[in-house]
């Protein structure tokens, strides 16, 4: 990789790997699963709730923003209580747990309400899970010289199964039934059985090779409350917090598209599989670019990439509302990917770098909430917006969220003064 980077990091990163692909599975089979007619939804489409009238999309986007949803909010009380306590591993085992139970029971789900219950078992889950995972990252990378890299394999071992996930999962579904010993076995009950299997080789890998490091516990007080401005007074904004929110706007930007998948795949007149590859395209982009690009913000600098990233994503989300061809929707998806692979490691490592090792998972947290809340609101934003305006209206809407994000980290983000990484002097070694 052409640096040090801890094999514990490697571990964690592949677990998180198997995790995200069963995830990412139901991303897209849950729209398809609801939408097949196995999900009792009949007595709520069309029902009329305070002047607005429910839709398929809205309800699809629901399901898909309850996971998000509960996984966020979480996430400050879990980062909190593992940094109290020095415990990481017990509640990523923990969160593991949930989920695979959760997934096991989507087959036995045949009405809305079980649907949304089954989901929310999963987004609790993920909210133990998510910040201890990426808080053992920092701890274990220890040198600000090396946590960009540290991230960028976390984050891409990750990608690659939330990226490839939909792809195998379109195929999946739609190479079903499957014949087995135990009977005929549903291209959907195959999917949700791939997520279980996902969260069993997670738990597998933390249990055996992941232990928390000898000096965890620090002093988190009992204050849950996020800075929001700017305690130093040199900036009016504190900049964890002006992260996260940038974090939020990239993450909404990112899950507009999964809601549209049936007027997507209208406009476009393609199937299953090719909007698989769209969605993935996102993924794959970080694949390729997050371990370079966060080694790069080791020896540069965090911010030049993260204000790069968020210039780049505005156009790049924006033009998705207007394109008529796959292809191009491909490329356009691939651009966004790279934009969002420059803001992502390198915003993590500017917080760890800011957190140190006291406090990571409570300082972590913001970004890792942000970034669930930004997947949980950009599917229920999706279908609002596309029920009340038009296809284009989502994608614009994401546009002006990634300007906002633009001026903000423009104005108010630094890199960490103390930060060895700032000169190019002191890069890290090869």
Same mark, same amino acid.
């Given at each position: ?80 209580? &593992? ?131 000898? &000096? ?91 204000? !790069? ?22 490329? !356009? ?14 915003? %993590? ?10 406090? &990571? ?11 669930? %809340? ?12 596309? &029920? ?43």
């Amino acid at each position: 990789m052409g640096f040090d980077t801890d094999r514990r990091v490697f571990t964690l990163a592949f677990a998180r790997m198997a995790d995200a692909l069963g995830n990412s599975f139901l991303i897209i089979v849950l729209p398809l699963y609801i939408a097949s007619g196995q999900v009792r939804i009949d007595g709520l489409v069309g029902l009329n709730v305070g002047g607005f009238v429910l839709g398929e999309q809205f309800l699809i986007g629901f399901v898909l923003s309850l996971f998000g949803f509960l996984n966020s909010f979480g996430q400050p009380f879990t980062g909190r209580l &593992s940094d109290r306590s020095g415990k990481r591993r017990v509640y990523i085992l923990l969160g593991l747990g949930i989920y695979g139970v959760a997934s096991a029971a989507y087959p036995l789900a045949s009405d809305y309400g079980a649907i949304l219950l089954v989901r929310a078992f999963q987004g609790i889950g993920a909210a133990f899970t998510i910040p201890c995972s990426v808080a053992l990252v920092n701890e274990y990378a220890g040198a600000d010289s090396t946590r960009g890299g540290s991230f960028g394999v976390f984050n891409t071992f990750r990608l690659i199964g939330f990226g490839f996930g939909p792809i195998i999962a379109g195929a999946v579904v739609a190479a079903g039934p499957y014949r087995t010993p135990a009977g005929t076995l549903s291209g959907f009950d195959a999917a949700f059985g791939i997520a279980v299997l996902g969260a069993a080789v997670s738990f597998t890998l933390v249990t055996v090779f992941i232990s928390d490091p000898e &000096s965890t516990e620090s002093a988190a007080g009992d204050d849950l409350s996020i800075a929001v401005f700017d305690r130093s007074g040199s900036n009016l904004f504190d900049p964890v917090f002006i992260l996260g929110v940038g974090t939020f706007f990239m993450a909404t930007t990112i899950a507009l598209y999964a809601t549209l998948e049936g007027p997507l795949r209208a406009r476009l007149d393609e199937g299953t599989v090719l909007f698989g590859v769209q969605f993935a395209a996102v993924v794959i982009a970080n694949v390729l670019l997050q371990v370079p690009i966060g080694q790069a913000s080791d020896r540069y600098g965090r911010r030049p990439f993260i204000v !790069a990233g968020f210039a780049i994503l505005v156009p790049s989300v924006f033009v998705q509302g207007i394109i008529t061809d796959p292809f191009v929707m491909i490329l !356009a998806r691939l651009i966004q990917g790279v934009a969002v692979a420059l803001v992502f490691a390198p915003a %993590l490592a500017l917080a760890g770098d800011l957190a140190g090792d006291r406090q &990571s998972g409570t300082t972590l947290s913001v970004l890792t909430m942000a970034f669930g %809340l930004g997947v949980a609101v950009g599917p229920l934003a999706s279908g609002f917006l596309y &029920s009340i305006g038009g296809l284009s209206t989502p994608f614009t809407f994401g546009a002006v969220l990634a300007t906002l994000a633009l001026v903000l980290t423009y104005t108010q983000v630094e890199d960490a003064p103390s930060d060895p990484q700032t000169s190019p002097k002191r890069a890290p070694q090869d």
